[in-house]
Nanobody
Framework: QVQLVESGGGLVQAGGSLRLSCAASARTFSRYAMGWFRQAPGKEREFVAAISWSGGSTYYGDSVKGRFTISRVNAKNTGYLQMNTLVPEDTAVYYC????????????????WGQGTQVTVSS
């Protein structure tokens, strides 16, 4: 069982940056691949980024590629999502998720989820 807690969301102007954190309860955090997803009102959950258990492989959704960076520090049981050059379309609730499988793009493949953190980008 893994409990995930996101933090770092907030209100930012377009062009600004935020860094989200995802703190995991499990000491075995390093055994889990991690992903970030987001969901805006009235829209489906969207894949943002994923990272393998070692951090050696990363994947990004097309809409964030080149602007967002996913990373993790297993010694701290924490994952991160650095978001740069934010645009209003990035406004959503951001969720981190963990899986014992590979770092996939499909939200159904993840076993554990955080409660989400709101990111709002003003124009």
């Amino acid at each position: 069982q893994v409990q995930l807690v996101e933090s770092g969301g907030g209100l930012v102007q377009a062009g600004g940056s935020l860094r989200l954190s995802c703190a995991a309860s499990a000491r075995t955090f390093s055994r889990y691949a991690m992903g970030w997803f987001r969901q805006a009102p009235g829209k489906e959950r969207e894949f943002v980024a994923a990272i393998s258990w070692s951090g050696g492989s990363t994947y990004y959704g097309d809409s964030v590629k080149g602007r967002f960076t996913i990373s993790r520090v297993n010694a701290k049981n924490t994952g991160y999502l650095q978001m740069n050059t934010l645009v209003p379309e990035d406004t959503a609730v951001y969720y981190c998720a963990a899986t014992t499988g590979g770092p996939g793009r499909v939200w159904e493949s993840y076993d554990y989820w955080g409660q989400g953190t709101q990111v709002t980008v003003s124009s």
